[in-house]
């Protein structure tokens, strides 16, 4: 079955550094999403991005967060400067479009610790 | 804008009982709804869905989930619990057009006891 695939799986950074996590959606997929869950909160929506721009971003989403695809295969989010409440799962998930419903299917997360 | 309220944070219960865990939401369109299971360390595993047609909706593993409009709900119960089905369970909605981005529930943890 195909599978959302995040590397790093854990990354430790110091606070200020900038972070790339990356994500290689599903081959067939055209929208693609980040997700962070916070250690025992909920799972937040971030960015949607389709198209090869961003179709909709939560208030998280500030201009610390940046997307890209920049090779046609992988889909990364980059924190410019971390800070220590980015500390999180963070989840890429992507779906196919099509005209009717469909399912978003996630990675297995990338676990950011900023110290 | 939706929101999705899981009304219980931590649900125990023994082997073999059945259990229910709630899931109501609020929004002014029409809505898709999922239940997602997170076992431990791991990611986010769709488990059903509800897109249309029958309100009642089945998982591969025996857990039922039944959409009613009227309630705004979308509980989720199994008859008989293993110790397996030990994880976090998230409901989620989506919108039917655009992005249809996922709104989750803050989680219910049910914890199985032998």
């Known amino acids: 079955e195909p599978e959302v695939t995040q590397t790093p799986s854990h990354q430790v950074t110091q606070m200020g550094q900038e972070v790339i996590l990356r994500c290689v959606p599903i081959?067939?997929?055209?929208?693609f999403y980040w997700y962070r869950q916070i250690l025992g909160q909920k799972v937040e929506f971030l960015v949607s991005f389709y198209n090869n721009e961003i179709s909709e971003k939560s208030e998280i989403f500030d201009d610390q967060f940046s997307v890209e695809r920049p090779d046609g295969s992988n889909f990364t989010l980059k924190i410019r400067s971390t800070k220590l409440e980015d500390s999180a799962m963070y989840f890429c998930?992507?779906?196919?479009?099509?005209?009717?419903?469909?399912?978003?299917?996630f990675g297995a997360g990338s676990r950011l610790t900023v110290l | 804008a939706q929101s999705v309220t899981q009304l219980d944070s931590q649900v125990p219960v023994f082997e073999e009982a059945p259990v229910e865990l709630r899931c109501n939401y609020s929004s002014s369109v029409s809505v898709y709804l999922f239940w997602y299971v997170q076992y431990p360390n791991q990611g986010l595993q769709l488990l059903l869905k509800?897109?249309?047609?029958?309100?009642l909706v089945e998982s591969i593993n025996g857990f039922e989930a039944e959409f009613n409009k009227s309630q705004t709900s979308f509980h989720l119960r199994k008859p008989s619990v293993h110790i397996s089905d030990t994880a976090e369970y998230f409901c989620a909605v989506s919108d039917q057009q655009g992005a249809q981005k996922l709104v989750f529930g803050q989680g219910t943890r049910l914890t199985i006891n032998p």
């Open positions: 509800y897109l249309s047609g029958s309100t």
């Open positions: 081959s067939n997929h055209l929208y």
């Open positions: 998930a992507s779906r196919r479009e099509s005209s009717g419903a469909n399912v978003l299917t």
